[in-house]
């Protein structure tokens, strides 16, 4: 049974950092890319970062230079370190997996190229 669970949201002052993590079922793991997503109240879930399974990483503009994305293929969990955050990075953080292979140059931020969805962690990020 595919399966994400992430964890690490919490609460952080302005500048401060978190770790999130998402433990994946064997078979949710096995379908690369993975990704991380963030919804915030009243907008729509934008692509944060993503990994293909040969390491290649693709970030939104919004986070390079903040955050970093990893995984560890041993324990089938993927990472999100986020630094420097800032109020505007609040949100709901999810992740993802794709269900096939991508070809493509970098692995993808759409929504739509990702077919099994954690229940996410929330990130709350203060002034």
């Known amino acids: 049974q595919e399966q994400l669970v992430e964890s690490g949201g919490d609460s952080v002052q302005a500048g401060g950092s978190l770790r999130l993590s998402c433990a994946a079922s064997?078979?949710?793991?096995?379908?690369?890319?993975l990704a991380w997503f963030r919804q915030a109240p009243g907008r729509g879930r934008e692509g944060v970062a993503s990994?293909?399974?040969?390491?290649?990483?693709n970030y939104a503009d919004s986070v390079k230079g903040r955050f970093t994305i990893s995984k560890d293929d041993a324990k089938f969990t993927l990472y999100l370190q986020m630094n420097n955050l800032k109020p505007e990075d609040t949100a709901m953080y999810y992740c993802?997996?794709?269900?096939?292979?991508?070809?493509?140059?970098?692995?993808?931020?759409?929504?739509?190229?990702?077919?099994?969805w954690g229940q996410g962690t929330q990130v709350t990020v203060s002034s």
């Open positions: 990994i293909d399974h040969d390491g290649p990483t």
């Open positions: 064997r078979f949710a793991y096995s379908a690369y890319p």
């Open positions: 993802a997996a794709r269900r096939k292979l991508w070809t493509g140059y970098l692995p993808p931020l759409a929504q739509s190229e990702y077919q099994y």
